[in-house]
Nanobody
Framework: QVQLVESGGGLVQPGGSLRLSCAASGSIFGIYDIEWYRQAPGKERELVAGITSEAGTNYVDSVKGRFTISRDYAKNTVYLQMNSLKPEDTAVYYC???????????????WGQGTQVTVSS
């Protein structure tokens, strides 16, 4: 059984920083692309940042220069460093990962449960 668990959310003032973590555990043969999404109240879920198995990255324009996605292959963990946070970054942040649980099985899509980020003075 594969699990994705996000952590690191919280309340921060505008201009502050947070680092989110997304840790995969369980039966894992390989982890491929991993993405961070966010969903604000009353809005659709949007892609924030992604990282490939080769560590290629991409970001939505609104976070470029402020957010950095990275991964620790040994720990099966992906991070989202968020700097210069703005009130409009307030949302529940989710990670999504393409994971192959076994060598003989196929790659499946997993979502974490989400972590709340609130940017407010």
């Amino acid at each position: 059984q594969v699990q994705l668990v996000e952590s690191g959310g919280g309340l921060v003032q505008p201009g502050g920083s947070l680092r989110l973590s997304c840790a995969a555990s369980g039966s894992i043969f390989g982890i491929y692309d991993i993405e961070w999404y966010r969903q604000a109240p009353g809005k659709e879920r949007e892609l924030v940042a992604g990282i490939t198995s080769e560590a290629g990255t991409n970001y939505v324009d609104s976070v470029k220069g402020r957010f950095t996605i990275s991964r620790d292959y040994a720990k099966n963990t992906v991070y989202l460093q968020m700097n210069s946070l703005k009130p409009e970054d307030t949302a529940v942040y989710y990670c999504k990962a393409n994971i192959r649980p076994t060598a003989w099985g196929r790659t499946l899509l997993y979502w974490g449960q989400g972590t709340q980020v609130t940017v407010s003075s």
